[in-house]
């Protein structure tokens, strides 16, 4: 007898985790039911995958359930919200096993590693995608926000950028041109990027504004200008490049700096802080163990400048196309 949607929700979503405390009800009814504690504010983030637009459609279902999570984990961590459920709509073209089961699996160690208890959701039929409603908690008035950056604030990002795109372009080209453990490496951090929660909970307080880098810095930055009315400048030899990046790029400083400031889906946070905060920041993210690198300043005016040695640059860039992925 073929599985229903129901034995389906059973099988592999249902009692996979152990409840949270402030979870009321979870699966099985029409609605879940949380406990919000008194001065805290609810953060919640929508976001889909597509195949064909944000992962191929062969691509290992572990690695599409990982970026899928991470994703919009990123999006609690880039407002300082501490993560607590997720709710999952999931589109199949037929019921897979095969493919259900390793997804399930990566899907909640992950969930798992950051307390997030699955609370709802649907599944039908259709073209394969993923949509994740996440919601988190934050204190009330320490939301990090795009509209709060200052004149003469530094501008950062965590971790290094770059690494996303090449593993792209590996994927969608051919690898066995690409030393294989370079290669490897490169393919993880595109789907496996690292939720900076832990930056974003430190930077409560200290940040004046802050966003994930989902469509490159060079695109997500420009959101805080706009929303903040300020001009960003951003200083192209300071940006952080990996190792495998730059053998990557086969030591082409000018390509490596161009993809890191347009890979997408890289998931590290760009944040602004003003200058009197320099030593509260270092306090406040010595114990999260992630790098940070200063790559800019907040100025005066709109837009913004790429700048090299002071000098302006010309690079004629743009972001990360959510629709650039094809299957052809």
């Not at 929303?227 to 086969?250: G, H, M, N, T």
């Amino acid at each position: 007898m073929a599985k229903s949607e129901f034995d389906i929700i059973k099988q592999y979503f249902a009692h996979q985790q152990q409840q949270r405390d402030d979870v009321v009800l979870a699966i099985g009814d029409d609605c879940a039911l949380v406990n919000v504690p008194a001065n805290y504010h609810v953060a919640i983030s929508t976001d889909s995958l597509v195949a064909g637009t944000h992962f191929l459609v062969d691509a290992d279902p572990a690695f599409v359930a990982y970026k899928a999570l991470a994703s919009n984990i990123s999006d609690l961590a880039a407002m300082g919200a501490t993560p607590t459920w997720v709710s999952l709509a999931l589109t199949l073209p037929i019921i897979d096993e095969a493919w259900l089961a390793p997804f399930c699996h990566s899907f909640f160690e992950l969930a798992n590693r950051y307390n997030i208890q699955l609370i709802g959701g649907d599944t039908t039929k259709g073209p394969l995608s993923i949509t994740l409603t996440v919601q988190g908690l934050v204190p009330q008035g320490q939301a990090l926000t795009r509209s709060g950056a200052q004149v003469g604030d530094d501008i950062y990002v965590t971790g290094n950028l770059g690494d996303s795109a090449a593993g792209l372009a590996l994927i969608l080209n051919n690898q066995s041109q690409c030393e294989p453990s370079l290669a490897a490496a490169l393919v993880e951090r595109h789907f496996k990027a690292q939720p900076r929660v832990n930056v974003g909970e430190a930077l409560r307080g200290i940040a004046s504004a802050a966003l994930d880098i989902s469509d490159g810095v060079i695109a997500d930055v420009k959101h805080i200008g706009e929303r903040s009315q300020v001009a960003i400048d951003i200083d192209v030899e300071k940006l952080p490049l990996s190792a495998e990046l730059l053998a990557f790029c086969e030591g082409d400083r000018q390509q490596a700096q161009q993809l890191a400031l347009t890979s997408g889906e890289e998931y590290e946070l760009c944040f602004m802080a003003s200058k009197a905060n320099r030593d509260a920041l270092e306090m406040a993210l010595a114990h999260t163990n992630v790098k940070y690198s200063c790559i800019g300043e907040v100025t005066a005016g709109r837009g913004l400048s790429l700048l090299q040695l002071g000098k302006p640059l010309n690079w004629k860039l743009s972001g990360w196309d959510h629709f650039g992925i094809t299957n052809n």
